[in-house]
Each structure stands twice: as structure tokens, then as C-alpha cells.
């Protein structure tokens, strides 16, 4: 079975501080997502990743960075965390356009 | 603007029965369909494929209409277990992965 881990469930952080969330995958896919979820506007992609040391933006980046030093892991950065960054967010990665996510981490920034 | 839409639901039905519910997308140079569930503070799951021919996944069968560019989703005998979100997904075939649909509630009563 796919295992794609988050390094947290629940983050409480606060205004302004940087916020790194891991993700890390055990079946050596070559493509890693970042998604947050908010209720009545659905699954939004954050950045993506290809391969090694490649990342692309999705459909809502500002604010946001990721870095992917390692196939297995792509990390999602908050440099600076606002208030409107409180979400869930999710990672997946993917072989033949099936994605497999992580639990979720459960941010909230007050 | 690539769309995928679904009624949000609740479809409130009883145990043992059918029901159906469809999703419709914009883009017509779609390329693959899935459907995945998402139980509540969960991440969503690969429910199944859809393939152009449709397919049946013992109490489950989609079907795909390039026609009218719907897929649809039937269960039969509903169970209990069968209550949650199921998101209609789409591969436009570009760089940026999937197009996730913001779900159909699903509420099985006993």
C-alpha cells in the first residue's frame, strides 16, 4: 500500500511566524502535490512537483513556497503565516493520475 | 477555467436503497475520471476509475457520457459505511495533475 505521511495533524501557529509542513512518501512516486481544503470552496492546488528540485505553481501559490531536496519528500513553506492560511492542508502524490494523500495537517494561525 | 461541478448535496437516503449522483466537467479534452470518497476529517480516497466503457466495482458502477461530458456514480444496497463526500475528478491531461470537484454529501439513515 501507498503511505504518504504529514509531519503533523493539528499546528496552531502564529501571525507572521514561518511554518514548515513535511510530507514525505514511500513508493517513490515522481509527482507530490500540495492542497488545501476549505469548506464551500473545495480541493485547491497549492504547488506541485515533478521531480527532484523542480516545482510549479498551482492555482493559489501566493504565500506560499515548497522545496523538494529529496524524491520521497516535498515540504510545503508558510514564510510568513497569516490568518487567512488557517485550512487544512493536504499532500498526495501520484502514479498514472491517481493521487494518494496524506491525513491532512490542520493548520490554524491566529 | 477548468470546471468540474457537483450537486453538494445532502442526498439523505435510506439504508438498502440506490442512488445516484453525477458530476459534469468543461473541459472536453479530458482525459481520465475518478471518483474518490472523503469521510469527515479524513483525506479523500481513490474510490475508482471511470473508463469510457464504465465499470463496476462489486455495489458501485460509474460511467462515463464524453457526449455530455457527465460521469455518474450508482451504489446499490447502500450501507451505513457508504455516508460521506464523494469527489468527482478529472485529469485534463496538463502539468498541473487533477481537477477535484468539491464534493457530493452523502447521509446513509438507518
Known amino acids: 500500500d501507498v503511505k504518504v505521511t504529514q509531519s503533523s495533524r493539528y499546528l496552531v501557529k502564529r501571525t507572521g511566524e514561518k511554518v514548515f509542513l513535511e510530507c514525505v512518501q514511500d513508493?517513490?512516486?515522481?509527482?507530490m502535490f500540495w492542497y488545501r481544503q476549505d469548506p464551500g470552496l473545495g480541493l485547491r492546488l497549492i504547488y506541485f512537483?515533478?521531480?527532484?528540485?523542480?516545482?510549479e505553481k498551482g492555482d493559489i501559490p501566493e504565500g506560499y513556497s515548497v522545496s523538494r531536496e529529496k524524491k520521497e519528500r516535498f515540504s510545503l513553506i508558510l514564510e510568513s503565516a497569516s490568518t487567512n492560511q488557517t485550512s487544512m492542508y493536504l499532500c498526495?502524490?501520484?502514479?498514472?493520475?491517481?493521487?494518494?494523500f496524506g491525513p491532512g495537517t490542520r493548520l490554524t494561525v491566529t | 477555467r477548468k470546471e468540474v461541478e457537483q450537486d453538494p448535496g445532502p442526498f439523505n437516503v435510506p439504508e438498502g436503497a440506490t442512488v445516484a449522483f453525477n458530476c459534469t466537467y468543461s473541459?472536453?479534452?479530458?482525459?481520465?475520471f475518478f471518483w474518490y470518497r472523503q469521510d469527515c476529517r479524513k483525506e479523500p480516497k481513490l474510490l475508482m476509475s471511470?473508463?469510457?466503457s464504465g465499470n463496476e466495482d462489486g455495489r458501485f458502477t460509474a460511467q462515463l457520457n464524453r457526449a455530455s461530458q457527465y460521469i455518474s456514480l450508482l451504489i446499490r444496497d447502500s450501507k451505513l459505511s457508504d455516508s460521506a463526500t464523494y469527489l468527482c475528478?478529472?485529469?485534463?491531461?496538463?502539468?498541473?495533475?487533477?481537477?477535484f470537484g468539491k464534493g457530493t454529501h452523502l447521509i446513509i439513515q438507518p
Open positions: 498526495a502524490s501520484s502514479v498514472r493520475h491517481e493521487q494518494y
Open positions: 513508493m517513490d512516486h515522481e509527482n
Open positions: 512537483s515533478y521531480d527532484v528540485k523542480m516545482k
Open positions: 473541459n472536453s479534452a479530458s482525459q481520465s
Open positions: 471511470v473508463y469510457s
Open positions: 475528478v478529472v485529469n485534463d491531461g496538463g502539468a498541473d495533475g487533477l481537477t
